[in-house]
């Protein structure tokens, strides 16, 4: 098997989501031990922690765009921390959350490439 080099980056985040719960996933993975379980299988894996949690609220003002700014604002701190884990050499691993961290993800990657 080929040793990886995996950064993992959590983002407890159901901001972008339409009810609460999805912000839940980085911290269930973690107590099921994935980052012990990746190095145990013999990958190199650098844990850069999880952001703040962003919940989901309902935004009246905008319901078609619900809570647009706090989405946006999760995207660019995606994209940054996937950026910077791209630039020391390692394979992003998100554990998250919404859809926001895909969109995130790909503007870092963009960034980088």
Avoid: W
Wanted: hydrophobic share 40%; charged share 20%; with cysteine.
């Amino acid at each position: 098997m080929k040793r990886l080099r995996i950064g993992i980056i959590g983002v407890p985040s159901s901001i972008g989501a339409r009810a609460m719960g999805q912000e839940k996933a980085p911290t269930a993975l973690r107590e099921a031990k994935l980052v012990e379980r990746l190095r145990e299988a013999g990958h190199e894996v650098a844990d850069y922690g999880d952001f703040d949690t962003f919940h989901f609220s309902p935004d009246p003002l905008y319901p078609k765009a619900q809570n647009k700014y706090a989405v946006m604002n999760v995207c660019r701190l995606v994209a940054g921390r996937v950026e910077q884990v791209l630039r020391y050499g390692y394979s992003p691993h998100i554990l998250g959350g919404d859809c926001t961290i895909a969109i995130g993800a790909l503007a870092g990657i963009v960034n980088v490439f």
